[in-house]
């Protein structure tokens, strides 16, 4: 059965101070894909990224930036210079996919990430 | 560029009433979804569906709870009677294989008295 653990809870941090969240996922698949949402105080699930479990770059998006270990079965998110606007829970999940295609996503618990001005 | 549109954005009922949530997904998407956030906890999946019938759901996904697509565009989750424990976000989600992926609609506050 897939998991995904996401440790910490909440962190709070000051701005322009780099953050780094953590997600560490269980699955019996070789074929997976990681995913990465930021769920703003209005509550919508904004997507962030989503990587197959064939690609370990790493990659790099303005502040953001994404660490996938399958060694360590970890994908870790940095926020780099945070601001206030990156206040918010993140959720990182996992997808397996099945016949046809479907993907289902299992989600970690979230973490709430908070900037101090 | 392409989107899920869910209504209503929030809706109050009370317990033990019928509720339909509605959702219209992209149209050449091949699967939907429906995920609930119970508030402060995390996203789970309810059910999927894919050619016109259900093809997984979850433990959470009892009786009470029905999906269909009438008319090839709206998506709709029922909860036959409602319990104060349903309260929560539902999200739809709408989906197409890789280099694709998943689009979520911006999810139907349900509040349950």
């Known amino acids: 059965a897939q998991k995904v653990t996401q440790a910490q809870t909440e962190i709070s941090v000051v701005e322009k101070e780099d953050v780094t969240l953590d997600c560490v996922y269980e699955t019996r698949d070789t074929t997976y894909y990681l995913f990465w949402y930021k769920q703003p105080p209005s509550g919508e699930l904004v997507f962030l990224i989503r990587?197959?479990?064939?690609?370990?770059q790493n990659e790099i998006s303005g502040r953001y930036s994404w660490n996938f270990q399958k060694s360590t079965s970890s994908f870790n998110f940095t926020i780099t210079a945070s601001q206030v606007v990156d206040s918010a829970v993140y959720f990182c999940a996992l997808s397996e996919p099945k016949d046809f295609g479907n993907e289902k996503l299992t989600f970690g618990t979230g973490t709430r990430l908070t900037i101090i001005p | 560029e392409p989107e899920v549109t869910q209504t209503p954005s929030h809706q109050v009922t009370q317990m033990g009433q019928e509720v339909i949530l509605r959702c219209v997904p992209i149209s050449n998407h091949l699967y939907f979804y429906w995920y609930r956030q119970i508030l402060g906890q995390k996203v789970e999946f309810l059910v999927s569906?894919?050619?016109?019938?259900?093809?997984?759901k979850s433990e959470i996904f009892d009786d009470q709870f029905s999906v269909e697509r009438p008319d090839g565009s709206n998506f709709t989750l029922k909860i036959r009677s409602t319990k104060l424990e349903d309260s929560a976000m539902y999200f739809c989600?709408?989906?197409?294989?890789?280099?694709?992926?998943?689009?979520f609609g911006s999810g139907t506050r349900l509040t349950v008295v």
């Open positions: 569906f894919y050619n016109n019938e259900i093809s997984e």
């Open positions: 990587r197959n479990s064939f690609d370990e």
């Open positions: 989600a709408s989906f197409l294989p890789a280099p694709y992926g998943y689009t």
